[in-house]
């Protein structure tokens, strides 16, 4: 289940239909999908088979021409010059649609009311139109598998904005292990 909060102000929704209807007036959408199709460790294409009802569903609904599976995780290449790529506000000049299959992530939308941010997990179906800005990065654990889809390959690119917004707003997906780094502090006697 998604949580969706508005750092700003400290508000936090954790329950489905609050964030669907907020997200939905805001032009994103946001569902929850069954994970019970396959196990989590499928292969992509076992995956794809699983959901292809959804899939071509999604497909028709938002001129989508294909659809894959990104699985990334902390033994994945260059993960760091991955990430950063899309830690920094961007747009893009298609949709940003994804349903998580498995692992975390978290994105940031910078919305006409200001910053919002939508940490995904298992389950959640997340479409961010074309031209909104925004920007993405993984929780502490670096890990995440989802289904994708495309209008055109080619023109799914990060448009920066050079905002700089992005340096105002911590992920607080990071979990207990990351507050408990920042409170480690030892003062000696
Ligand atoms: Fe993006």
Not at 24 to 39: E, S, T
Not at 132 to 146: G, K, S, V
Not at 153 to 159: C, I
């Amino acid at each position: 289940m998604a949580i969706l909060r508005f750092p700003d102000s400290g508000l936090s929704i954790e329950a489905e239909p609050e964030i669907r209807a907020a997200l939905a007036a805001q032009g994103i959408d946001y569902a929850r999908w069954p994970l019970d199709r396959v196990p989590a460790d499928s292969s992509a294409d076992l995956v794809l088979d699983a959901y292809r009802d959804e899939i071509d569903e999604m497909k028709q609904r938002g001129g989508y021409v294909t659809a894959d599976v990104i699985d990334v995780g902390p033994s994945t290449p260059n993960l760091d010059a991955m990430l950063a790529k899309f830690d920094k506000e961007h747009t893009h000049s298609e949709d940003e649609v994804r349903f998580i299959l498995s692992g975390r992530g978290i994105f940031f939308l910078a919305l006409e009311q200001g910053v919002a941010s939508v940490e995904v997990h298992a389950g959640d179906l997340l479409r961010v139109p074309r031209g909104t800005r925004h920007w993405f990065t993984l929780c502490a654990d670096r890990r995440i598998r989802a289904i994708r889809w495309f209008q055109e390959t080619s023109g799914w690119t990060p448009h920066y904005t050079n905002s700089g917004l992005e340096t105002g707003y911590q992920p607080l997906c990071f979990g207990p292990a990351y507050l408990g780094l920042r409170t480690t502090t030892k003062i000696s006697a």
